[in-house]
């Protein structure tokens, strides 16, 4: 069985422009949560979904994030425009049961 | 309010030695998980064991064995005769069912060991 799978692994771009991760969950997985990495700091959570509607997003740091998974399927997380200070490694899990998550390799963004 | 520390941020053994994690959470639920995730330097979170808050057994799988203790709001992580390929970074994380089951992790601990 596939894991949770992120692209693009790596994403360098300069202050302003703008980005969009995906991240496709274990087949059949409901639930799909975004954390984040800051350098140095712990990993911190974004949102979270059941099937296509948002659960939980009291952790979007501000209205330049938006998460959509339409379908209920794959996830997206644009960033627009990104500022410096969204660097860091944003990491996708699913869970079937709301109980173990299982994460995906994470995709590291890097904002010039 | 919910918080996990790892007070430790990085350790560094030499083979075979034996070596423990420590983890501190702070939660007012009565009912929460406890985590822990170790993420090697390939990047990815590999999940190693959830814990129920009603569970205080101690949990042993080969070589790793975690020690709950609610008297002391610790989930420890031991790690016997350890080995090159446990380098890596370790999580550990709490989460509550009254809080959307959102992990909330510590700022984890590096353990490099040494051949």
């Known amino acids: 069985e596939a894991g949770v799978t992120q692209f693009p692994s790596h994403s360098v771009i300069e202050k302003g422009q703008t980005v969009t991760l995906r991240c496709d969950p274990i087949s059949g997985h409901d639930n799909l949560y975004w954390y984040r990495r800051v350098m140095g700091k712990e990993i911190k959570f974004l949102l979270h979904f059941v099937k296509e509607s948002k659960q939980d997003e009291s952790g979007m740091p501000n209205n330049r994030f938006l998460a959509e998974r339409t379908g209920g399927t794959y996830s997206t997380l644009k960033v627009q425009p990104a500022e410096l200070e969204d660097s860091g490694v944003y990491f996708c899990?699913?869970?079937?049961?709301?109980?173990?998550?299982?994460f995906g390799p994470g995709t590291r963004l890097t904002v010039t | 309010a919910q918080k996990v520390t790892q007070a430790q941020t990085e350790i560094s053994v030499v083979e075979k030695e034996d070596v423990t994690l420590d983890c501190v959470y702070e939660?007012?639920?009565?009912?929460?998980?406890l985590f822990w995730y170790k993420q090697p330097p390939s990047g990815e979170l590999v999940f190693l064991i959830r814990?129920?808050?009603?569970?205080?057994q101690n949990e042993i799988s080969g070589r790793y064995s975690w020690n709950f203790q609610k008297s002391t709001s610790s989930f420890n992580f031991t790690i016997t005769a350890s080995q090159v390929v446990d380098s890596a970074v370790y999580f550990c994380a709490l989460s509550t069912p009254y809080n959307t089951d959102k992990l909330i992790f510590g700022t984890g601990t590096r353990l490099q060991v040494f051949p």
């Open positions: 939660t007012r639920d009565t009912t929460y998980y």
């Open positions: 899990a699913s869970s079937s049961n709301r109980a173990e998550q299982y």
């Open positions: 814990r129920n808050s009603f569970d205080e």
